[in-house]
Nanobody, 121 residues
Framework: QVQLVESGGGLVQPGGSLKLSCVVS????????MGWYRQAPGMQRELVAT???????DYADSVKGRFTISRDNAENTVYLQMNSLKAEDTAVYYC???????????????WGNGTLVTVSS
C-alpha cells in the first residue's frame, strides 16, 4: 500500500516562510510525477508546483518567485519551500504523486491527507 505523508504546515505571519515535506512510502516501482496542490476554503483544489515526467517543473503563476519545489529521489520525498507568504496562500496543501507500483501495472494517482498552512498576523 502506498502512503503519502505531508508535514511542515502551521501558522506563519505574512512575509514568513515554511517548508513542507512529503514522504512517499510503500511498494514503489517508479514515481513519475510528484507535486503539491492546495485547497482554500470554498475553493477548488489547484496546482501549486509539480515535477513533471522528465524532471521539469511547473508553478502556479501566483507562487512563481516565492515557492520552490525540490525532491530527494533516494528518500522518495518532495519538498515545497514557501517564502514571502501571503494571506491568500492560506489553504490545505496536498502532496500528489503518480506512481507505478509494479512494472506490469499502470500508474495511479495518489494523494496525501494534507497539511494546513495558515498565513495570518
Amino acid at each position: 500500500q502506498v502512503q503519502l505523508v505531508e508535514s511542515g504546515g502551521g501558522l506563519v505571519q505574512p512575509g514568513g516562510s515554511l517548508k513542507l515535506s512529503c514522504v512517499v512510502s510503500g511498494r514503489i516501482f517508479r514515481i513519475n510525477v510528484m507535486g503539491w496542490y492546495r485547497q482554500a476554503p470554498g475553493m477548488q483544489r489547484e496546482l501549486v508546483a509539480t515535477f513533471n515526467t522528465g524532471g521539469t517543473t511547473d508553478y502556479a503563476d501566483s507562487v512563481k518567485g516565492r515557492f520552490t519545489i525540490s525532491r530527494d529521489n533516494a528518500e522518495n520525498t518532495v519538498y515545497l519551500q514557501m517564502n514571502s507568504l501571503k494571506a491568500e496562500d492560506t489553504a490545505v496543501y496536498y502532496c500528489n504523486a503518480e506512481i507505478k507500483t509494479r512494472s506490469y501495472l499502470a500508474s495511479r494517482n495518489y494523494w496525501g491527507n494534507g497539511t494546513l498552512v495558515t498565513v495570518s498576523s
